[in-house]
């Protein structure tokens, strides 16, 4: 599930939630429901890369393009 960092609208103080399809992130320090939405924060960039590359290694020595986007093709 994607954390995501937020800015509350209403008391501007900064906090990451945790998103799921179910629930709406709250202000913990106000309650407020107004967000903005700031960079999400996935896996470290290196380690996300690096699983990519060998995901793409695999791909190509099975000979299938999967994981690959179109442009890449
Ligand atoms: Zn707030």
Request: with cysteine.
């Amino acid at each position: 599930m994607p954390i995501y960092e937020y800015r509350c609208s209403a008391c501007r103080h900064d906090f990451d939630a945790l998103v799921t399809s179910s629930s709406a992130p709250v202000c913990p320090a106000c309650g407020s429901t107004v967000l903005e939405k700031r960079v999400s924060l996935p896996a470290a960039p290196g380690k996300s890369q690096q699983v990519i590359r060998q995901a793409r290694a695999q791909a190509a020595r099975e000979g299938h393009l999967s994981n690959f986007s179109p442009s890449e093709r």
